[in-house]
């Protein structure tokens, strides 16, 4: 005997659920991402873009400027690696976005 399988589209609906749960939306706007996906799309593409510019700004503002004389203050060591390990995370996922993007 042969166990024909079928999802009747769970795959799909795990999608559309998967879609729905990134963008923080409830289970009421299943039905209008199936009918609708544009605006959650463009939602979708507004929120990339925001994360986006909220990376390159704090890359912008750990990298120290040249012209940058300001006072000394003292921190523990603990702390300094502390922000050495986060300036390094987002440079380099700042330096993967940009390999990511197709050249123009």
Excluded: W
Aim: hydrophobic content about 40%.
């Amino acid at each position: 005997m042969t166990v024909i399988e079928h999802d009747f589209g769970i795959e799909q609906r795990q999608v559309e659920r998967r879609f729905r749960t990134l963008l923080s939306l409830d289970a009421l706007h299943d039905a209008n991402v199936r009918a609708n996906p544009i605006p959650y799309l463009e939602r979708a593409s507004e929120r990339i873009y925001q994360l986006e510019k909220a990376l390159f700004e704090a890359l912008q503002a750990a990298t120290a400027s040249a012209d940058d004389n300001g006072g000394t203050i003292s921190i523990g060591e603990a702390e300094h690696r502390r922000l050495l390990q986060c300036r390094d995370i987002v440079a380099r996922a700042y330096a993967q976005l940009v390999a990511d993007r197709p050249e123009t």
